[in-house]
């Protein structure tokens, strides 16, 4: 039997999880115990197989700390996905490396505050979204409008750091697609689409998820999307919109809490595939 770690955070309150039905899969036939346990508590990390980072909702709030804890832990025992992939892909200037690699994604242009917000000259978009470069669930995340960008009840709201300026795109009333991937292989899709008058797909604000079946050309370009990181993930999501006929890249998220096991019976099983490869070929 393999002892793994889940790693979790102090405060779920407000959160949809469902890495219970991953974790009862997982114990099912007692190849697992999984035992979770908040990143910032103390633990005999050696006593595990492996360390998950699973419910670490709060991580955000504190990136720096969060990764030297990494750091500590995978001195101690594997980690997935590892430290070097965390750092990747905490701050989402991550995207514009893989728009240079010939990534579709939203266009995106990243700014500092404090300073000015520059729209570059070949944008002719009239509303924006203005959101931190390191974020999770939709945090600080608002509309601006082209005359609005640098008055001073937008930049109040905003602390300083590294941020990210996009065209709103209308599109998103019709949903956000998440493509699920265990070791690299595609698991399960949803559809997250917001609640009348929101812009926020997120189930925490009033979104609606549903299952989702991507179509052939999309299941290749998000397949070949992961298949780019270079590092061994356990887990990923891509995440698409379809803006202007063609999907474009939101974020691929490696160190994401929402994995949605509950809306794909297979989800669960593939999860625990992935595992046993890994432990099988580590
Ligand atoms: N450019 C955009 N146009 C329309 N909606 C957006 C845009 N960027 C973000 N959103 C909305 O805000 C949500 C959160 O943004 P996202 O970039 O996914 O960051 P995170 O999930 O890390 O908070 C998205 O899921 C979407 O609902
Ligand atoms: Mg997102």
């Given at each position: 039997?393999?002892k793994i770690c889940f790693l979790s955070c102090h405060s779920l309150?407000?959160?949809?999880?469902?890495d219970?039905?991953?974790?009862?899969?997982?114990?099912?036939?007692?190849?697992?115990k999984v035992t979770s346990i908040p990143w910032d508590d103390e633990a005999n990390w050696k006593d595990f197989d492996l360390v998950v980072t699973r419910t670490t909702w709060d991580y955000?709030k504190r990136p720096a700390e969060f990764v030297a804890k990494l750091k500590h832990i995978s001195s101690q025992v594997r980690l997935l996905n590892s430290v070097?992939?965390v750092?990747?892909?905490?701050?989402?200037?991550?995207?514009?490396?893989?728009?240079?690699?010939?990534?579709?994604?939203?266009?995106?242009?990243?700014?500092?505050?404090?300073?000015?917000?520059?729209?570059?000259?070949?944008?002719?978009?009239?509303?924006?979204?203005?959101?931190?470069?390191?974020?999770?669930?939709?945090?600080?995340?608002?509309?601006?409008?082209?005359?609005?960008?640098?008055?001073?009840?937008?930049?109040?709201?905003?602390?300083?750091?590294?941020?990210?300026?996009?065209?709103?795109?209308?599109?998103?009333?019709?949903?956000?697609?998440?493509?699920?991937?265990?070791?690299?292989?595609?698991?399960?899709?949803?559809?997250?689409?917001?609640?009348?008058?929101?812009?926020?797909?997120?189930?925490?604000?009033?979104?609606?998820?549903?299952?989702?079946?991507?179509?052939?050309?999309?299941?290749?370009?998000?397949?070949?999307?992961?298949?780019?990181?270079?590092?061994?993930?356990?887990?990923?999501?891509?995440?698409?919109?379809?803006?202007?006929?063609?999907?474009?890249?939101?974020?691929?998220?490696?160190i994401?809490p929402?994995?949605?096991?509950?809306?794909?019976?297979?989800?669960?099983?593939?999860?625990?595939?992935?595992?046993?490869?890994?432990?099988?070929?580590?």
């Amino acid at each position: 039997m393999k002892k793994i770690c889940f790693l979790s955070c102090h405060s779920l309150e407000g959160h949809i999880i469902d890495d219970t039905l991953a974790i009862s899969e997982l114990e099912k036939d007692g190849d697992y115990k999984v035992t979770s346990i908040p990143w910032d508590d103390e633990a005999n990390w050696k006593d595990f197989d492996l360390v998950v980072t699973r419910t670490t909702w709060d991580y955000h709030k504190r990136p720096a700390e969060f990764v030297a804890k990494l750091k500590h832990i995978s001195s101690q025992v594997r980690l997935l996905n590892s430290v070097e992939v965390v750092e990747w892909n905490f701050h989402k200037g991550y995207l514009k490396e893989l728009e240079a690699k010939g990534v579709k994604i939203v266009p995106t242009e990243m700014f500092k505050l404090p300073g000015k917000i520059t729209v570059p000259a070949s944008w002719d978009y009239k509303k924006f979204i203005v959101k931190p470069a390191i974020s999770a669930n939709a945090y600080k995340t608002i509309i601006v409008k082209l005359e609005d960008l640098n008055s001073e009840a937008v930049t109040t709201q905003l602390h300083a750091g590294d941020w990210m300026l996009q065209p709103f795109m209308e599109e998103i009333t019709q949903g956000e697609v998440s493509l699920h991937f265990f070791n690299k292989k595609f698991s399960h899709g949803i559809l997250k689409v917001p609640k009348p008058g929101d812009f926020r797909v997120q189930e925490e604000h009033g979104g609606l998820i549903s299952p989702f079946v991507p179509d052939a050309q999309l299941l290749v370009d998000a397949t070949s999307l992961v298949e780019k990181v270079p590092f061994d993930l356990l887990f990923a999501r891509v995440d698409v919109v379809n803006w202007r006929g063609t999907y474009v890249l939101m974020e691929i998220e490696l160190i994401e809490p929402a994995l949605y096991f509950r809306t794909s019976s297979q989800s669960v099983k593939n999860f625990k595939a992935a595992l046993d490869k890994i432990f099988t070929n580590p």
